[in-house]
């Protein structure tokens, strides 16, 4: 079997490896390349919110709203709780005539650690638009008043919003909504458990598709890469570096997705212990691999992306002490 690992080191030594499955596939579906189990049912995090984004584009809440490309991308971001997320947060809130109170997601320490040390300097209370998933329960808000659904219990199983993302991710994932998994995200809302190789298809079909709406938030993620993670973040840095060539979104528990539009290609992959360090360079290596067997048909400038290409890792003074490398190759059909 085919493998992908990525290996911890420390002054030299393999400290620990953590290994990953991989599918890359066609928009019909068909594995193009993988490691390790491509069946592998995961849950797809937040990886996953472009799709949870569709229905407030194709439904004509986004436009009713005055929703642009600013408001778009961060409806499918996990942001950095920078001043500029939290900023386009709360016009989206405005928009709507909502509160951020109404916002389920509730706060959490940022995921920029640079911002979390500035917010406990000033003594900044945390509040639930600096969630980095407040972008998407901002839209969610949103599709429920545009629908005039009620908006309590919003990110819940069963709630009408809910019952309309659940159709969107069956469509593009081509699942029933029965053989999708729904847990309860970290945000509150619903998450969905799938296969690697459905989650790369709606990638690989997301990437190509000719719908306006999938357009739109591909476009809006291309424009505005900061404002889907944040300064340093890989999905930022991405995007910025191969923009409109490769679209990508992180999510919890080592999950990571990307599109290759111009390869038709779409790309799932989980960290199996979960170990979020470890998925960008993973992410970075597949990309490396599919790149070389196109024979750099399309690419991606990496030299700007060496530090998540093999994380160095530090120890409390700074120092050096090892690194994150991916080793072992994708198998190719």
């Known amino acids: 079997m085919s493998s992908l690992l990525i290996e911890s080191t420390r002054s030299g030594f393999v400290e620990s490896v953590h ?16 490691a390790g189990d491509p069946e592998r049912v995961s849950m797809w995090r937040s990886a996953a919110k472009a799709f949870q984004a569709l229905p407030l584009v194709r439904d004509g809440a986004a436009d009713r709203f ?20 939290r900023e386009v947060c709360a016009g989206m809130l405005r928009a709507t005539g909502c509160e ?19 917010a406990m300097r000033m003594g900044t209370p945390i509040t639930p638009k600096w969630s980095n998933c407040s ?18 219990g919003y990110e819940r199983s069963g709630h009408p919003v809910q ?8 469509h593009w994932t081509g699942l029933s909504a029965d053989a999708l998994l729904q847990a309860v995200d970290g945000c509150t809302a619903v998450c969905f458990g799938l296969p690697l190789r459905a989650m790369a298809m709606a990638y690989a079909r997301f990437g190509v598709s000719e719908l306006e709406a999938a357009r739109r938030l591909r476009e809006a993620m291309w424009a505005h890469p900061e404002l889907v993670a ?7 840095e991405l995007m910025a570096a191969g923009r409109g060539v490769v679209l990508a979104k992180v999510g919890a528990e080592g999950i990571y997705s990307a599109a290759v539009p111009a390869l038709g290609l779409g790309i799932a992959l989980k960290v199996e212990d979960g170990d979020m360090r470890c998925s960008p ?21 990496m030299e700007g992306l060496g530090p998540h290409v093999e994380p160095l890792l530090r120890n409390t003074r700074g120092v050096v002490t090892g690194s994150l490398r991916a080793v072992g190759r994708l198998r190719f059909s």
């Open 66 to 85: 005055g929703f642009g490309p600013r408001e778009l991308a961060l409806a499918c971001a996990s942001h950095s709780s920078e001043p500029v997320h």
């Open 281 to 301: 360079p993973a992410l970075l290596e597949v990309l490396r691999q599919v790149f070389e067997r196109y024979e750099r048909r399309v690419s991606v400038p």
């Open 100 to 118: 951020e109170s109404q916002l389920a997601c509730g706060p959490h320490p940022p995921l920029s650690q640079a911002v979390a040390d500035e």
């Open 163 to 170: 019952a309309r993302i659940l159709e969107e991710v069956a």
């Open 19 to 34: 290994h990953v499955s991989v599918a890359v596939v066609d928009p019909h579906g068909e594995l193009v390349a993988w």
């Open 135 to 152: 972008g998407k329960h901002a839209g969610m808000l949103a599709l429920a008043k545009h629908h005039g659904w009620h908006t309590e």
């Open 230 to 236: 944040g300064t340093g973040r890989l999905c930022t």
